[in-house]
């Protein structure tokens, strides 16, 4: 009943910049939190970015003031502005949400992925 798909990964060079999108569809009633995670080779996934209901954020602090985290209410989609991109930050990124949605059957709260977009950052 629900789907997230993610666009915007890509190759760039450090320093470069990139902008992640994440769009949510489906039978959807509310959308709590939104956020971002990432998960390099032979690496845990882990929490980029996450933005509640209405402004407030939190990052990892690797990559906090270079990464801006934003969501657009009425689109259901949240953004990962990505700016002076470092080597480390090369990794598949996911999004996910904490969705509620609606059925005949009722109501149901879950967490939902998207399936991933690779980044790349390397000269």
């Known amino acids: 009943q629900v789907q997230l798909v993610e666009s915007g990964g890509g190759l760039v060079q450090p320093g470069g910049s990139l902008r992640l999108s994440c769009v949510a569809s489906?039978?959807?009633?509310?959308?709590?939190?939104m956020g971002w995670y990432r998960q390099a080779p032979g690496r845990e996934r882990e929490l980029v970015a996450a933005?509640?209901?209405?402004?407030?954020?939190n990052y990892t602090d690797s990559v906090k003031g270079r990464f801006t985290i934003s969501r657009d209410n009425a689109k259901n989609t949240v953004y990962l502005q990505m700016n002076s991109l470092k080597p480390e930050d090369t990794a598949v990124y996911y999004c996910?949400?904490?969705?509620?949605?609606?059925?005949?059957?009722?109501?149901?709260?879950?967490?939902?992925w998207g399936q991933g977009t690779q980044v790349t950052v390397s000269s």
């Open positions: 489906g039978s959807i009633f509310s959308i709590n939190a």
């Open positions: 996910n949400a904490r969705i509620t949605y609606y059925s005949r059957s009722g109501y149901y709260t879950g967490d939902y």
């Open positions: 933005i509640i209901s209405g402004s407030s954020t």
